[in-house]
Nanobody
Framework: QVQLVESGGGLVQAGGSLRLSCAAA????????MGWFRRAPGQEREFVSG????????YYADSVKGRFTISRDNAKSSVYLQMDNLKPEDTAVYYC??????????????WGQGTQVTVST
């Protein structure tokens, strides 16, 4: 069974940093893009960032550009999201996802269960 397991969420003050990790189990997603999405209470799911298989291409939502950095370690079947200068509006459940193929903009077919990020003022 394919699983994506996120970790690294938590409570942080505005201006702080968190690093989310996502590890794939059951398969390696070799040749597939990986991404991070988030859903804040009462809002639609937002595509935050994506990265291609060889890390040659990446995408960032305008709301996180310059503050978040996506990376991956294919040897560990893992993807990371370094989040710096966090703002209260970054509060959301963050989901890791694996793409159907190596297209950073998706579609994304495999999903983790999510990790909560809460940014306090």
């Amino acid at each position: 069974q394919v699983q994506l397991v996120e970790s690294g969420g938590g409570l942080v003050q505005a201006g702080g940093s968190l690093r989310l990790s996502c590890a794939a189990a059951g398969r390696t997603f070799s040749g597939h893009s990986m991404g991070w999405f988030r859903r804040a209470p009462g809002q639609e799911r937002e595509f935050v960032s994506g990265i291609s298989w060889l890390s040659q291409t990446s995408y960032y939502a305008d709301s996180v550009k310059g503050r978040f950095t996506i990376s991956r370690d294919n040897a560990k079947s893992s993807v990371y999201l370094q989040m710096d200068n966090l703002k209260p509006e970054d509060t959301a459940v963050y989901y890791c996802a694996a793409g159907r193929a190596d297209f950073v903009m998706g579609p994304y077919d495999y999903w983790g269960q999510g990790t909560q990020v809460t940014v306090s003022t």
